[in-house]
């Protein structure tokens, strides 16, 4: 199993922390591949001006295809750890993370990529400049799709450790770490668990430092900057019940279940005959409940010849996607 040593001492000086990076990698990995109703909405709003940026440098979508592993088996998932290093500082800035990233140098950047994927890289990672490509990806999701959501997502991840640090006062850290994601507990013996892979244990020296991230997302993962800092990242408390919340017919709860059916349809453009053969619906009630979704500025239409056509707008694709569409 995978498992961390730590000794009573390091645990006693373990903090929690915010990292503005940290919801980068939340957002890259919603770009590529959103895996929960949030991460779709995200994604709807998002990824034709993400792809757009990847366009003008083709080695970024390289990069960013190198940069994580998806779990196969009994092969874990990995996070390259220029994303999931510790903040340098327990207050570090979004610019404080960024610059540790642009000091990195290529071939150490290189290192990182080979060690995350087990294998050998495209031969476009192999140019000069990578550092500063992996540096400019994440300024530019930084700066386009998360600066001005900032506050509102401080807002949740302090308010979580707050709740945290009650906690730990109340009930210990043993009551704290289950509740950090799976797999995550207090083992024994010194040994905090990390997930359930088949993983040599990993001793972190008595002078390290031991950092708890919560984070937006329903991901966890940890990282380290070796020797003496190291991080657990874990959603914030509720991020997956309210997932599993929004799956359970959220959308259907917001507009009701005819209008979400036929969202759910409008992601290419569709008439009001199509759409009546393929709900069941009236070709009159298709018409009224497109005429509610056109006002609410969630479907648009144009006509075809004979035919009007509706499709979702980008305000439509989110809400569908945020409804689990």
């Known amino acids: ?174 009551a704290v770490l289950r509740d950090l994601g799976r797999n995550r507990e207090w083992a024994g013996d010194g040994q905090l668990r990390i997930n359930r892979f088949d993983l040599p244990t990993r001793v972190l020296p008595g002078d390290a430092e031991l950092s708890f991230i919560p984070v937006t997302s329903s991901a966890s993962w940890v990282g380290w900057t070796e020797p003496v800092r190291y991080a657990i990242y874990y959603p914030v408390a509720g991020r997956l019940a309210q997932g599993d919340a929004v799956r359970r017919g959220g959308l259907e709860r917001l507009v009701g279940a005819n209008r979400a059916a036929l969202l759910r349809l409008l992601d290419q453009p569709l008439g009001t005959t199509h759409l009546a053969a393929s709900t069941g619906l009236p070709v009159g009630a298709v018409g009224n409940h497109l005429r509610v979704l056109l006002d609410a500025g969630v479907v648009a239409r144009r006509r075809s010849g004979r035919n009007v056509l509706y499709w979702r707008t980008a305000l439509g694709d989110s809400l569908t996607a945020a409804g689990g569409g």
Not at 49 to 57: G, V
Not at 108 to 136: F, I, K, N, V, Y
Request: proline share 7%; net charge neutral.
């Open 1 to 174: 199993m995978g498992t961390w040593r730590v000794d009573s001492d390091l645990l006693a000086r373990a903090r929690f922390a915010v990292s503005r990076k940290a919801e980068v990698v939340c957002a890259l990995e919603a770009l590529v591949k959103p895996s929960d109703p949030a991460a779709r909405a995200f994604h709807a709003a998002h990824h034709v001006a993400f792809e757009s940026m990847l366009d003008d440098r083709p080695v970024r979508r390289d990069l960013i295809a190198n940069s994580f592993r998806p779990r196969r088996g009994s092969q874990p998932g990995w996070i390259a750890n220029y994303l999931a290093a510790p903040p340098p500082a327990p207050e570090a800035t979004f610019a404080d993370e960024l610059a540790c990233v642009a000091a990195t140098s290529d071939e150490a950047l290189r290192a990182d990529l080979r060690e995350t994927m087990a294998s050998p890289l495209p031969g476009s990672l192999e140019m000069a400049g990578l550092t500063e490509q992996a540096a400019t990806v994440m300024d530019w999701i930084w700066t386009h799709t998360l600066a001005t959501d900032w506050p509102r997502r401080e807002r949740l991840l302090r308010a979580d450790i707050v709740a945290r640090t009650g906690q730990l006062a109340r009930h210990g850290w043993a």
